[in-house]
């Protein structure tokens, strides 16, 4: 199994940034699929960004330009930096991981974009 713990969600002003951070329990080598998702109220999940062990990554179109998923496997650990926050931006952000044949869900983290 895998474990994911995320951190760095908060509030932030319209153009402002966040970076997010998901530490795995395992080798992000190992992991099929990483990525991250959000759920704002009343809303089902959806993915924002994502990258494969192959290095393929793909982005919502409401995010492109603006966020980046990026790896770091020396600390088994994926970011999401998120540039130009808009108030649309607005949810609790899950981190997945794609392990095997199972898929595992960080805790997730609230993210506010607020003046």
């Known amino acids: 199994q895998v474990q994911l713990v995320e951190s760095g969600g908060g509030l932030v002003q319209p153009g402002g940034s966040l970076r997010l951070s998901c530490a795995a329990s395992r080798r992000l080598s190992s992991i099929k699929r990483m990525g991250w998702y959000c759920q704002a109220p009343g809303k089902e999940r959806e993915l924002v960004a994502a990258f494969t062990s192959g290095s393929n990554t793909n982005y919502a179109d409401s995010v492109k330009g603006r966020f980046t998923i990026s790896g770091d496997n020396a600390k088994n650990t994926v970011y999401l930096q998120m540039n130009s926050l808009k108030p649309e931006d607005t949810a609790v952000y899950y981190c997945?991981?794609?392990?095997?044949?199972?898929?595992?869900w960080g805790q997730g983290t609230q993210v506010t974009v607020s003046s």
């Open positions: 997945n991981a794609v392990y095997l044949m199972w898929e595992y």
